[in-house]
């Protein structure tokens, strides 16, 4: 039984924050954010735009252009970012009422930048369970440009975060491309690395933690987790790609389409070199900067929509999310 993708769309909000901006935000070189961060600029959510709200957008765009009824959906799945328009709250429900899916079940996945590659799995592991399931649409979005202290040095590689969201409309009915197997890699040592601080059980929320800064993305041990992950980052990578091709019947020779979530520009080209993935070959979202889980599948949306895929063509999905897990899907394209 073969799950396909019935259509992708992406949304990215108005408003574009230029690498001269964040230069100026963080007093950081403008040519340091361009060519080391990678960044020309990054989009930012309006105040009153929250992630439910761009992934009901989203959502509406790819039911839309798949000329797919919202009363036809089986389930709605939020795999976006961690921090949502309230703490404690689950964003799905709302996304499915906004939709009018309302014969919908609404799921939701907590996997932060490895999200689109996880999404995918379980979407499809979900449909190969339950025969009876015949679409499922699954939504993601970022707004985590809000959690930014750009005073922060310790937190300065995410400075490129930006704002956007991205949804993928998952059928048994044929589309333009088909699921195939996916591999995933966690190492729990980098778990305490990176987070917001307050807010949770450990350090609750107070007027002392909002003061001090408590409620915006921190890094504990920036020389540590740079260390670490230089030693780990690309031999993972490496793996689940690897992994991921061979358990559907590919090999690395046999990419098309690299669709990965955005990073430095030099880790960028070191992960392509190491693939043997030529740089056309995988665009770099300097235009966007990283969106947790967003990435992977707006990169492929780009994609399908410049017409860089023919029937045949492998796209393989590849992120990494902190917590630490790597996680690659591969797609083949059909139509």
């Known amino acids: 039984m073969t799950i396909s993708i019935a259509g992708t769309a992406s949304y990215l909000p108005e408003r574009w924050m230029t690498a001269a901006e964040i230069a100026a935000a963080s007093a950081i070189p403008e040519e340091v954010i361009t060519e080391r961060f990678g960044l020309r600029g990054k989009h930012i959510a309006a105040p009153d735009e929250h992630v439910s709200d761009m992934s009901a957008t989203v959502g509406a765009r790819v039911l839309e252009e798949t000329g797919t009824d919202p009363a036809d959906v089986d389930a709605v799945v939020y795999f976006g970012s961690t921090w949502k328009d309230h703490p404690v709250w689950h964003a799905a429900p709302r996304i499915a009422q906004l939709l009018g899916t309302n014969r919908a079940f609404a799921l ?3 996997y932060v930048s490895c999200g689109t590659p996880v999404a995918l799995r379980v979407c499809r592991a979900l449909m190969l369970a339950e025969p009876r399931l015949t679409k499922v649409l699954a939504v993601a979005a970022s707004r985590e440009s809000s959690l930014l202290d750009y005073a922060n040095k310790r937190s300065r590689f995410a400075f490129g975060f930006g704002d956007g969201a991205a949804a993928v409309l998952l059928t048994r009915e044929g ?3 088909d699921i195939l ?3 995933m890699i966690t190492d729990g040592s980098f778990a305490d690395q990176v987070r917001v601080p307050a807010g949770g059980s450990a350090e ?4 002392a933690t909002i003061r001090a800064g408590r409620h915006m993305l921190d ?6 987790m740079k260390e670490g992950l230089d030693k780990v980052s690309l031999p993972n990578f490496l793996q689940v790609a690897e992994g991921a091709l061979k358990r559907s019947g590919y090999a690395l020779h046999d990419i098309a389409q690299l669709c990965v979530l955005h990073m430095k520009r030099s880790m960028h080209e070191g992960l392509l070199s190491v693939l043997g993935v030529p740089l056309d070959h ?24 410049a017409g860089r895929l023919k029937p045949g063509d492998i796209a393989l999905l590849l ?9 690659a899907t591969t797609v083949r394209w059909t139509g």
Do not use: F, Q
């Not at 609750?204 to 007027?207: A, D, K, L, S």
């Not at 890094?219 to 540590?224: E, F, L, R």
């Open 282 to 305: 995988a665009p770099y979202l300097d235009d966007t900067g990283h969106m947790s889980g967003v990435d992977s599948l707006l990169s492929l949306d780009r994609a399908s929509r």
């Open 204 to 207: 609750p929320t107070g007027h």
């Open 181 to 183: 197997e996916t591999e």
């Open 175 to 177: 589309g333009v491309a």
């Open 108 to 110: 939701e996945l907590d």
């Open 219 to 224: 890094v504990a041990d920036p020389s540590a």
């Open 319 to 327: 992120a990494a999310g902190t917590g630490y897990t790597w996680a």
